[in-house]
């Protein structure tokens, strides 16, 4: 394990087929989804709990925030015991949003390379942390930096396929922790766990991560929850 950068588990649910959307589109989610339909809206709950139970250090995407609706709460949770690491580039969270996020969480660090992210305007702000990069976000350098300047060991990553697959390519996730729901999605653009370009040359097969199973639990209502540690040196083996 890269002793430079804060231990890391994936965190995340998805349907038997992979799933951690209920659609292609942002209208669609499973926070807003899966309490609507019968068979699943039974053990839903279970998600939140494993959630809860993570390290005290949670990242997650700023476009992921916005599509279960962050930016038009009006009154903020009381998540003050846990620190959220938010990675948004467009940027997709408002003033309104980040406001929300500032009064929720014990702290709050936006990652931004956008100069003009509404989080510099609270900049004054207790509890905010902005780590901004001129051109492009280093994820690397990221994590290295999270453990170097801010002395945070673990963290709990719950973003989406895309930044999924950047991580893995980059050997950044150590663990990963899945809440199998009870349901079959499909949609073939549907987001999936890891999602980002398909393996294609020989070279691409180095970004295949094996996994070493830890631990199977059967949860109510159908749902289970699995266990594993990411083998990050692929090693392809010669005919």
Known sequence: MDRNRPETTLFLMQSLDGKISTGDVDDRDQEIDF????????GNYQYYEFLFRT??????????LAKIGINSREKAD??????????????HLTKKGVKYLIESFK???????NKHHPAFEFSNEKGLIIIYYPSHIDLKDLFERLK????IERVSIQSGGTLNALFLKLKIIDHI????????????????????LAPQTDNDLFNIKAL???KCEKLEHSYIHLYYDVINDTILEKD
Not at 78 to 91: E, L, M, S
């Open 55 to 64: 390290e005290r250090h949670a990242l997650i995407s700023g476009k992921v």
């Open 35 to 42: 309490p609507k339909i019968k068979g699943i809206k039974e």
């Open 148 to 151: 170097r300047e801010y002395k």
């Open 177 to 196: 922790s899945f809440i199998i729901a009870p349901c079959l999605i499909g949609g073939k653009d549907t987001p999936t766990s890891i999602d980002g």
């Open 212 to 214: 070493e199973f830890k």
């Open 78 to 91: 009381d998540h003050k015991d846990v620190n959220q690491i938010i990675i948004d580039r467009k940027p």
């Open 107 to 113: 702290s709050i660090y936006i990652v931004t390379n």
